[in-house]
């Protein structure tokens, strides 16, 4: 099979149920079941997670460098905006 | 009960995967794209971990300190009893998984009554390798429904890959003098009686894929009896030749 079949999907795994799902990488599959399998082969070799999604990439948005400036310096001189002045009790484990 | 049928029972049982770990394992490197070479690896590793737990207990019984590697590479082809289907060679991607297929949807079926031997061993490898197996048989499943609706190229040819295997998947449920009385003493499977049920889900997947099921082919046997095909031969000189060239030799 080409690559020219294939499609790029984006891999996102639930380390834990009630977790974060976090982006692991990329793989290729020509079908959403596919893409599942990969995933599941290529990353949860080890047990690492209880889900797994995949994206299309090409459904994925992304900024682009250029806006960086415009997108992220504003908050460099914001200070109020993070959470730093609560308290956090030790017993919270996910936030 | 006489534990050498037991033993000769264990062995055939692992014979089969051992065999189809070895021919899944010559696709390392050699897959269509990276994520099946691995996938194929993976499974392929699943079969060499379920043929070492078999051969393992199969090396406890025959005692005098035998062990699974004896078992796996210090026998000749003659003395190897898997089904002929698991040796039959991967040919082209869709061969490979018309036989997965074949062998999968078998095992699925096989386990799951494997699961109430009477002999815990058993029993507990059978519990394990049960959720590998329904893995795999959803992964060379899928791959027959995709090659099936593919172009007309890989339609032809997975067409081609069941009407070359089918042949052979008529051994997967035959019953041996030994079989018989491993059923009987409710140790093993009763084979025959899994046929329909093989049919009823290799159906349904050849409908989705387009594909059809060969009708009145000639049939062939004889693993059971370590009659094989010529492939074999060729399969075991490369599985075996690092013993066979430095016997005994230890990583």
Same mark, same amino acid.
């Given at each position: 099979m080409s690559k020219a079949t294939l499609q790029v999907w984006e891999v996102f795994i639930?380390?834990?149920? @009630?977790a974060h799902f976090q982006h692991m990488g990329s793989v290729h599959a020509a079908d959403k079941e596919m893409a599942l399998q990969n995933a599941r082969e290529l990353y949860? &070799? &080890?047990?690492? @997670?209880t889900c797994i999604w995949v994206v299309r990439s090409e459904n994925i948005v992304s900024s682009k460098p250029e806006d960086n400036d415009s997108f992220f310096d504003p908050a460099d001189d914001k200070i109020y905006r993070y959470p730093t002045f609560f308290k956090v009790s030790k017993k919270v484990k996910d936030l | 009960m006489a534990s050498g049928n037991l033993f000769q029972y264990v062995l055939s049982i692992g014979d089969d995967a051992l065999i189809t770990a070895q021919r899944l394992s010559e696709w390392a490197y050699r897959a269509p794209f990276l994520e099946e070479d691995i996938a194929l690896s993976n499974i392929s590793l699943d079969m060499f971990g379920r043929a070492n737990l078999f051969l393992e207990y199969a090396a406890s019984l025959k005692g005098n300190d035998t062990t699974a590697d004896d078992l796996a590479f210090k026998r000749n082809e003659r003395e190897f009893t898997n089904k002929l289907l698991c040796e039959q060679?991967? +040919?082209n991607f869709a061969d490979t998984m018309i036989r997965q297929f074949f062998l999968d949807t078998f095992n699925k079926l096989f386990l799951i009554k494997l699961i109430d031997s009477n002999d815990d061993q058993l029993s507990a490898i059978s519990q394990k390798a049960i959720k590998e197996t329904n893995y795999h048989i959803r992964h060379s499943s899928k791959w027959v429904i995709r090659l099936g609706n593919g172009t007309a190229e890989s339609h032809a040819k997975v067409q081609l890959a069941i009407d070359n295997l089918w042949?052979?998947?008529?051994e997967l449920f035959e019953m041996n003098e030994n079989d018989i009385q491993m059923k009987q003493q409710k140790? +093993?499977?009763?084979?025959?009686?899994l046929k329909p049920q093989w049919d009823i889900i290799i159906n349904d997947i050849f409908l989705e894929a387009r594909v059809k099921m060969p009708q009145d082919l000639y049939m062939t046997t004889g693993g059971r009896h370590g009659? %094989?095909?010529? %492939?074999l031969g060729h399969l075991l000189s490369d599985m075996q030749y690092l013993q066979r060239a430095y016997p005994d030799a230890k990583w």
């Open positions: 639930q380390p834990k149920t @009630g949860t &070799r &080890r047990q690492e @997670g | 060679p991967n +040919g042949m052979f998947t008529e140790v +093993g499977v009763d084979c025959t009686a009659l %094989h095909t010529e %492939h």
